[in-house]
DNA sequence: TACATTTACATAACTAGTTATATAATTAAT
DNA sequence: ATTAATTATATAACTAGTTATGTAAATGTA
């Protein structure tokens, strides 16, 4: 299958799945050769009602990894073939008592012997391999039950595309942007104030000339997020992190977190001992990334913003 | 999944199935994490198109290993979906030209973002694993294109049934088991003559009594094939092996080759040179066997029996 | 004790594939 | 130039699973 080779490890699933069509369609050629009138699909249930004689059916399911449905029609059609029987039971009437017949006890010894033969044919095949397909299996599933391939591959496409973003610092063309991505989440969540007019319409006056910087993060030459660090002169801080806005067409990609640690890295260089900044803890995320970049919760400043509920800090080291 | 370790290596097929199914979900969770509205089942149809403008359904079943059919339908989902479309085109009217719609190029350009995130993803599973699943894979297509599941369970099945077969000396108690096995298959492809009644109505007169020797293969302790070694007196020949005969309830446990095997020992034991048979072209299976056994070909010697059509030797080194 | 919740199972409708078979277009053979 | 065989695709019916939902029995709780 040339395909394979040319999508690449994308193609895991359809490999998987022609792997799975290959062994099962001979997984019923093997019941013939030992003459027992069995479908593949049976197994599964059949064998752990072999063993644990007392085992609901959604306890089966739970056992062989299938659905309750399933297992439910699967002994419907154990029944019908006479390999099993529902038996009379006074306890709890929603479950059914299920026994092997006498013809599902024979069939159960024949299996014995097929078991075998199964193992130990496919024990060569392990041999005479070099990778290891049932180990491979084992230690793929609780890989993914650790991390998810979902996971995995989202991690994989924030760092690929956080490599794409450029932190760049503010120049007059940018003015616009810095105020429209501002505007976007603060009318989405609260409501503009005058202090947001104030910055967002004069950033050179309000931020830049009294010694403050802004950030602008570009993806493919597009402003899509910016954030700003502002000087408080009458504080016991040294700077305030702020208008900090990335837009929703670029979440994902790490953004907030490159402009938060670009800013922090600036007020190093600035000399600057103490961080602050304010926010509203119905921002999950971003009271997230703040936590991620190191600032920690303060309590009772004054502030001039109504929607402020949060104050935080981050000293620098 | 305890039933994966219970079972043992027999429940390969449902785990690989049960990873399948967990990928495969993933799968389509990942196509909306990058925004495309893509249905995972279309990917290998649309990619191959992608890859390659000219080209037709069968030939993508093929490419993709899917039945002609599943190509067919997903085609037409991707034709409905607006990702694809078919062009007039003069040449063979059965054949449905198919390229991608601008639609369709916008997808398959953000889809290389996509497969290189999951190649780096599946990437760094790999290097996180002893057991590489995607080389295991590889690797198991290889090795059951080269001898299929289905054959190695069934040679393993010949090989353990043929230990529970035991070779022994006829004994008087067998006299009835050598005539009906040998009249069952005889009287099934041909007819009884005379020279089969007086062999097996007194094996001692005509066999054992002259020098020869006859065994049994028991099989649970039951008769279930039978084999001749009849001594020649005048002929260039020092034993003729015949009346080998296997019951059909015990085919397949290697029967005939062990009493065969033994037949020959037995020959040599004795300090036969040369062994002689008689056959039927018709018993394919037979004569397989006794070429396996390495008889050769002989030609124009006399033989009392009809239904002699091959003669065969053997010359004991 | 009555009512709400949970449990065990069944049923219906869907999904992603399959095989078997039909049909139209093309190619090969007489 | 027919006719037969082959090729390319479509369609129908099936398979082995799924999710969503319904129902009766059992359990928990005010």
């Keep these: 299958m040339e395909f394979f080779n040319k999508v690449g ?3 895991l699933g359809s490999r998987l799945r022609l792997m799975t069509a290959a062994i099962t369609d001979d997984a019923s050629k ?3 050769l030992y003459g027992v009138e069995f479908v593949p699909k049976w197994f599964p249930v059949f064998y752990t009602l072999a063993e644990e004689r007392e085992i609901t059916i959604t306890e089966i399911a739970l056992e062989i990894g299938h659905s309750q449905p399933s297992v439910s029609k699967i002994m419907r059609e154990l029944i019908a073939a006479g390999l099993v029987e529902e ?9 059914n008592n299920i026994i092997l017949t006498p013809k599902g006890v024979a069939i159960s010894q024949v299996f014995k012997h097929q078991l075998q033969d199964i193992d130990v044919a496919i024990e060569e095949m392990i041999l005479q391999s070099k990778h290891n397909l049932w180990a491979a299996l084992e230690e793929w599933e609780f890989l993914l039950s650790q991390k ?31 105020k429209e991505l501002n505007v976007e989440w603060i009318s989405k969540y609260f409501e503009m104030e005058e202090a947001d007019y104030k910055a967002l319409d004069n950033p050179e006056d309000y931020i830049l000339n009294k010694g ?21 002169n009458d504080s016991e801080y040294d700077f305030e992190m702020a208008k900090m806005a990335v837009s929703p067409k670029a979440q ?4 907030g977190y490159l402009l938060g640690k670009e800013i922090l890295k600036t007020a190093k260089e600035m000399g600057a001992k103490k961080v602050y900044l304010e926010s509203n803890t119905i921002l999950k995320p971003a009271i997230n990334l703040y936590y991620k970049l190191g600032f920690e919760k303060v309590f009772g400043l004054s502030t001039p913003y109504k929607r402020c509920n949060i104050q935080m800090e981050l000293i620098i080291e």
């Design 212 to 232: 403050g910087k802004i950030l602008v993060a570009l993806y493919d030459n597009e402003p899509v997020g910016v954030c700003a660090l502002i000087k408080m």
């Design 30 to 32: 093997i019941y013939e």
């Design 252 to 255: 994902g990609k790490n953004i």
């Design 9 to 11: 490890k994308a193609a």
């Design 148 to 178: 998810s391939l979902l996971k995995r591959v989202s991690e994989q496409k924030k760092k690929r595309e956080s490599k794409d973003v450029e932190i760049t610092a503010y120049k007059p063309q940018y003015k616009q942007a810095f």
């Design 87 to 95: 038996i009379e039971k006074a306890d709890d009437k929603r479950k």
